[in-house]
């Protein structure tokens, strides 16, 4: 029987309602570095500060993991920043912002309560902004906006603002507007204080971060007179027109807050960190697969979203993140992994970022805990200690790269079925096999093609079985049924076939282009064709 909990119910609920869990999601260039190193200026860091983002000269460990990071010059590494602001705790969960998509990138938003959506104020909303935010509204995560790089030319606000209606169908509703257009920034007004400006100031070389004042609407009107009237007659046209700021259609993705400022110029950061308190939802009970939810008040649960390999090859090492969604994790403690119902204990627990680790021995709903060799783990896990939970599955997105894997030596085809099957259960990528090709040349199926650099790497590295990987030429992914693949295997089409996902036996039809699958289906409207998660 489970002992008394050390942690008071009320504590629990308290620490809880102080915590905000968050990602930033961007296209690359956008400025996520920048803003994140901004966040954390303006935050007192609780752990590792020192290690946001060290993008040129990364200290600590060197591995396997990051040569590959560093040959690339990206950041494959993810996990959560944890500061504090304004007595809260923020959990910044970081999404790889590389160009190369991984699937990765989208199960992170697994573990936020609310996403921070960045937007190049000369370049609008990118493909992979976009896509991130696709994900978001499937998964009910509310989106916060920021338009970046004020401080530059770039478009005009009411553009963008019509962008963000138009194109993601979510009603932007600013809470901050720009006095100044892109490129001749002044200062900002508030939705909630348009008696009162917050003019900025560059200062001189060796600090980009500009200097703030606060003036009185008489003064904004003596003193920045044109830019100033402008700015407040386009925010009330902008309010006036709009739904105005909701909690409930916040958080059910109907409306995004909106700020405008530079990261680089530190204008406007402290904003949009104060509404992340304010406005993004604390850990709310989670939903449970079996129906129901788990309250945040119960004993520990937490869910695996992502699992880290051989950040270290001095240890050989495979850390599993956690996000804590209930009680109290207490470094040590005995936990069960729903999927099996074995227990394991937790001795190496860290809070990881970047290269740097710190050892955590206490964690609440909302922190992420990174657990050390926990080999068992897989991504999408439940662990629970006391009344069993289980969360959903965390869903396959659509592959929009494939592949067929061989080993270049057969005669190792154990080392090759076993690293297969690791890599497929770790959901590095999505293994899918065909009749046609058999178990030896089963066809990797990913949302992003560095996917596959790491499956090569780790294959050859880890699993002493090089192999090379054919492209095919497919880009999308259907869900059909076995009527469906008849049709497919019977039409001998050049341009699709039918393979089955060995994760869960969906039978996934792909097919070389969109217009290859219109085509397709106007030919054939009875087959069913539901897509996989579409974040295009
Ligand atoms: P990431 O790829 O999204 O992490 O983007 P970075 O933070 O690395 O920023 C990309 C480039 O944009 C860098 O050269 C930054 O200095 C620049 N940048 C970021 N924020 C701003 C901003 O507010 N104003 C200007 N002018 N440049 C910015």
Redesign the pocket.
Known sequence: MSSEPSVPTVQVLAEAARRRTFAVI?H????????TEALALHARAITSAGAVHA?GGRRGVTSDWMELERERGISVTSAALQFGHRDHVMNLVDTP?HADFSEDTYRVLAAVDCAIMLVDAAKGLEEQTRKLFAVCRHRGVPVITFI??W??RGRDALTLLEDIETHLGITPVPMVWPVGVAGNLRGLVEASNTEQMRRYTKVPAGTHAAIEELLTAEEAVEQEGEPWQNALEELELVLDSGPGWDREAFESGKITPVFFG????NIGVKLLLDSVVDLAPAPAPRPLAAGGSREVTEEFSGLVFKIQANMDPAHRDRIAFVRVCSGVFERGMNVTRAASGRSLTTKYAHTVFGAERTVVDKAYPGDVVGLINAASLRVGDTLFSGRKAEFPGLPAFAPEHFAVARPKDISRSKQFRRGVSQLDEEGVVQVLVSDRRGDQAPVMAAVGPMQFDVVLHRMEHEFSSPITLDRLPYQLARVTDAEGAEVIAKDRLTNAEVLIRRSDDALLAVFADRWYLNSFQRNKPDVRLDPLIATA
């Open positions: 961007s690359p260039d956008a400025g996520k570095s920048t803003l993008k912002g970046n790089k401080d530059r530079s990261a680089l110029t």
